[in-house]
């Protein structure tokens, strides 16, 4: 993945190609910051109760690890740490499968 995975939203995901550049589906997070001004909503200070991040929050919490970074090290820095991540196998499909996803036994 590149920063052309990235979303507004803060999820590194490759659902929405191209959102920090206007690409992707329509949706309230990108709208949002294009009014309000952050490149991301990371950078906003209302991400943390914000309504149209709640459903990132609820189902990928590491995105709160996300806006502490983006806090501490600026969002260029941190989209350079995602991609490191990205390069080095990390994807955030095993997190998904972990919540959605339950074992059985064959029998």
Known sequence: MSKHSYGVCGV???Q???CLSG???PCANRGCAEERGPRSCLECGEYLACKSTEYQREWY???LENYDS???AGLDAHLE???RRA???VSIMSHLERR???EVELG
């Open 87 to 89: 390069r080095a196998g």
């Open 70 to 72: 983006v806090r501490e």
């Open 12 to 14: 590194y995901c490759g």
């Open 61 to 63: 919490p590491f995105v």
């Open 81 to 83: 740490e995602e991609e």
């Open 100 to 102: 959605c996803c339950k």
């Open 16 to 18: 929405c190609p191209g």
């Open 23 to 25: 690409g992707g589906a």
